[in-house]
């Protein structure tokens, strides 16, 4: 890294108005990128709607009859298997 001359303090001044910026710049892309990542790694809309369907489908009687039925269906099976 060179060393730069300076002739007056306006220069100076206005060199770390630029590096000043210039980082701003870079943080504002870094917090960008983290939002980017943050959506990418967790969809909250799509699962939001996944678990809004799951719930209105599991309230009905449907559902009702699923979560009577599948602890018999559940025990059944293992017993098939066991061969009792």
Do not use: C
Request: no cysteine.
């Amino acid at each position: 890294m060179t060393k730069k001359k300076y002739s007056s303090y306006k220069e100076i001044d206005q060199e770390l108005a630029i590096l000043k910026l210039e980082r701003e710049i870079h943080y504002k892309k870094i917090i960008l990128n983290i939002d980017k990542t943050k959506e990418i790694l967790l969809p909250s809309k799509p699962l939001s709607i996944i678990h809004m369907v799951y719930k209105n489908f599991i309230k009905g009687s449907f559902g009702t009859i699923i979560k009577i039925a599948l602890p018999i269906l559940v025990n059944w099976y293992l017993n098939k298997k066991r061969g009792d």
